[in-house]
């Protein structure tokens, strides 16, 4: 596995296997790998020659008074475990490297940010398509990866991808999952003891809901969702939502995906996880006027 | 010459081009091409194999007031001066094709745009840089040619390409001129006759200034700029200003580069012109606090 921490060296070696025919994979992640990071890069394997993992916390994308300076590290660890999975290039530029002044252009992101993480996470967004934006430009891969435990990250993305006619796959894959069904997350190191036996109720609101939906929502779903996780933590309920994906809109009977979404604060650390569901609601065939879900 | 007018097309074929081992230049235009254009068009057969010439009169640079309905278009015209500059392809998609939808994400332009035509154009340069950045994923230029008539346009481009890493070569090309020394702008066909020969005045007013600032500006270059174009033209003086390039900021003895930038409103017309000096004042070596240039 090749260890690249400058843009230009990284540049090169792409143009290289680019010039060699090489189709490139792209699993961009801010590192404290686990298996949902793992399995984007076995996944990759599928699709591309050649595999590149970065590593780059991005201070764009966190807000003044979130955990930029305390989020989990461990570069040593990171380079084993991305290895075994697979990667054939580990690109872990530094922050000098990747911002070396002030930016004259920055990527602003206009929808699909002003629910759910967007609304409390001011201008997390942007951050992370200007990011994106520079990495593909670095890595120019063939196909990009990314969990779907951040869906709305992957529906910004989404629209990044397709407004700015980059030529790159996006392929936005399952939410790996603790034995109990705790969606795998490098913040996770964050939970006590308590708070990490009760996180598995996130998932757990989350199938509620899928099964209230089922049922017919009268539009009590959101409300009884933080109703449960009110009962079965002792966070405090960022939001629990459900809107029409990717566009993460109010849905409407023409809404051909919803997705679940929620956010939990537990004493240091914001967890989040969803589900995304094609067509259960929200036929096309349906009459009604407005979808049963509000 | 290919004509394409589909983005999927045009990707096709730059990727098929690069495969094959082709170097890219590209010549970004908005159409009504003059001897400026062509010779972006031949200065890019120096570099490049296969020479793109992109034709889109981008509705997003253009503010409210602006004349985007009646700024100048003659396609057939174009394909003609265009193949016979030496063109390879040719790239006029329509505004549908580009923008097919209400867009999820933008280029926000953050320093470069407070003074000159950012001052007056709000949000112009957003609209050039969102659009430069589409194009640029559209045709993968490996070298891209704008002329320094537009110096603002390229200065911002410079941002562009070094904050978000695009593997492209940005060339600023030397302002082409009628024999009288007028800039050649498609928009110089707005102008009526007298205007016509006012507009003489605005390539004039930078070589006095020039000269004003070599015999030592005591900070008056810029009005007896505008005094002069007063006297000279029946236009209304938009600025006269003296500021380093490219960051385009008040000049200090550090500054390497200055620029010397008019921009005059004519009855149908808003012309701008300007001249790049190289340390002709501002030597490094220079113990003075402050630039005699103010």
Same mark, same amino acid.
């Given at each position: 596995m090749k260890q690249i921490n400058s843009i230009k060296d990284m540049q090169k070696l792409i143009a290289e296997e680019k010039r060699a025919g090489k189709v490139i994979g792209f699993v961009p992640t801010m590192g404290y790998l686990h298996d949902g990071h793992l399995s984007l890069i076995e996944r990759a394997k599928k699709e591309s020659d050649v595999i590149v993992v970065s590593i780059f916390v991005n201070p764009l994308q966190f807000g003044p008074n979130e955990d930029f300076d305390r989020y989990p590290r461990d570069l040593e660890r990171d380079e084993k475990l991305a290895l075994k999975a697979g990667a054939d290039v580990l690109f872990f530029p530094d922050t000098k490297e990747m911002y070396p002044k002030e930016s004259v252009v920055t990527v602003s992101v206009n929808k699909r940010v002003d629910a759910l993480c967007g609304e409390s996470r001011v201008g997390h967004f942007d951050g992370v398509a200007t990011v994106l934006t520079k990495l593909f430009h670095i890595v120019s891969p063939d196909y990009a990866y990314f969990g779907l435990k951040d869906a709305q990250q992957v529906a910004v993305i989404e629209g990044l991808v397709e407004d700015f006619n980059f030529p790159i796959n996006v392929i936005g894959c399952e939410t790996k999952r603790e034995v109990d069904g705790l969606a795998m997350s490098s913040r996770n190191v964050y939970l006590n003891d308590r708070e990490? +036996?009760? =996180?598995?109720?996130?998932? =757990?609101?989350?199938?509620? =809901?899928? !099964?209230? /939906? /089922?049922?017919?929502?009268?539009?009590?779903?959101? +409300? !009884?969702m933080i109703k449960y996780l009110e009962e079965h933590t002792s966070g405090v309920v960022d939001y629990c939502k459900i809107l029409s994906y990717p566009e993460l809109l109010p849905p409407t009977p023409q809404s051909k995906r919803l997705i679940i979404a929620v956010a939990v604060k537990f004493s240091n650390a914001r967890l989040i996880d969803n589900v995304i569901l094609d067509n259960i609601l929200c036929r096309p065939e349906s009459e009604e006027e407005t979808c049963s879900v509000r």
């Open positions: 990490r +036996q009760e =996180a598995v109720h996130l998932n =757990a609101s989350l199938i509620k =809901a899928e !099964k209230w /939906l /089922l049922e017919g929502d009268s539009g009590e779903t959101e +409300q !009884k």
